[in-house]
């Protein structure tokens, strides 16, 4: 069985990790949540799917004491995901699974509202069963509470997956106590950090240096400010890009809602910012749309601020998108990203923001199996 701890030192010899002291720092107690793995409890068994469970399958009993999970907290690109990503490929079960935590809300989402339809009275139970059933680790990568609603089931499920010994691995830009701050009812919260702090092990990931920073850059992706030469400079790579083919609306169907994407050829689509944010869009729109397209244009993003602060968060939820899915991004801005949403409530949200995107501007970014 490989060690997180061995994988990082082939990552360092082959130049794949540079070497962070802090990042070294916590392989030990990655390491023995690997070990512990190959001794947790089966999945539980309440009947074929959760659909079925509906109708009155048993309740599955909560299982013994296993390892505790892990929540792995600190500033915009120390390493958390790629650290995630070691514990994923050192875990020597195959009932493992890492989803960004937009993606996972998104599907708990739907699920809820097929377990609605039913009628039972709790409609979380059995979804959550049904997540229990096939994995024995789950790993979220960047949690974050927005709403008071994700909030609660949030909450929730993590208490069934812990009953039911599931090992629950999540990364994240807050300490526990700062999720959800300043959140509308947060009282109703708190039980939730309560328990993080009860069935994870908080470590901090303390490291200086930014490993998004000081990557070699492509060509330029990013003009600023956005007028009509930043504009020029898109068209003329628009032109290279598609080949000086016809553009289209592409219109795609997310849950009964339609999202257009102005333009496109093939899977290359150009909107503006406005066009992207300016209308009420959740997670789901934006998951859709980095599905479609391998090459994104947007035009004039503006500062941000509270004075359009539903506008800055759906720009954040699509650049998470974006990122997970390797979309190729050009853009106009009124300024850098580091400098984009320089004060006020969504600020420190937006560092994460700014960190992606200046990782996007790495000359190797992008799908390579489109």
Not at 86 to 101: D, W
Not at 152 to 166: E, N, P, S, T, W
Not at 214 to 236: K, M, S, V, Y
Not at 252 to 259: A, P, T
Request: some cysteine; charged content about 25%.
């Amino acid at each position: 069985m490989v060690t997180v701890s061995e994988l990082y030192d082939a990552g360092l010899k082959t130049g794949e990790i540079r070497p962070d002291p802090a990042q070294q720092a916590v392989l030990p107690a990655l390491d023995a949540l690997v070990a512990a793995l190959p001794d947790l409890a089966p999945p539980p068994r309440e009947g074929g799917g959760w659909l079925s469970r509906l109708t009155g399958g048993r309740k599955a009993a909560p299982v013994a004491d296993g390892p505790k999970g892990l929540y792995l907290w600190g500033g915009v690109g120390r390493g958390k995901s790629m650290l995630m990503d070691l514990i994923m490929e050192a875990a020597p079960i195959a009932e493992k699974r890492r989803v960004h935590f937009h993606e996972f809300m998104q599907e708990i989402q739907i699920a809820l509202n097929e377990s609605r339809k039913s009628g039972q009275a709790d409609t979380l139970r059995p979804v959550a069963m049904e997540v229990a059933r096939k994995v024995r680790l789950f790993c979220f990568d960047e949690m974050q509470i927005t709403d008071i609603a994700d909030a609660m089931i949030v909450g929730r499920l993590f208490q069934i997956l812990f009953d039911q010994g599931v090992v629950v691995v999540t990364t994240s830009n807050r300490v526990p106590e700062d999720l959800y701050k300043n959140g509308l009812n947060r009282q109703l919260f708190l039980p939730f950090i309560g328990l993080i702090r009860e069935r994870m092990d908080v470590i901090e990931l303390d490291s200086p240096q930014d490993h998004r920073q000081g990557r070699a850059e492509g060509g330029q992706i990013w003009f600023t400010p956005a007028d009509n030469a930043a504009h020029a400079a898109l068209d003329a790579i628009w032109a290279e890009e598609t080949g000086g083919a016809s553009a289209s609306p592409l219109e795609l169907s997310v849950m009964g809602r339609r999202v257009t994407i102005p333009q496109h050829v093939g899977r290359i689509g150009r909107a503006s910012f406005w066009d992207l944010c300016g209308q009420a869009r959740g997670p789901a729109d934006y998951l859709e749309v980095a599905k479609a397209l391998d090459v994104i244009f947007i035009d004039a993003i503006p500062r941000l601020s509270m004075s359009n602060y539903n506008e800055a968060r759906r720009f954040v939820t699509l650049v998470d998108a974006l990122y997970e899915a390797k979309v190729r991004l050009y853009a106009s801005a009124a300024d850098e990203p580091e400098r984009l949403y320089a004060e006020g409530e969504g600020a420190f949200e937006f560092e994460r923001t700014a960190s992606r995107l200046r990782e996007m501007r790495d000359a190797g970014w992008g799908r390579t199996d489109p």
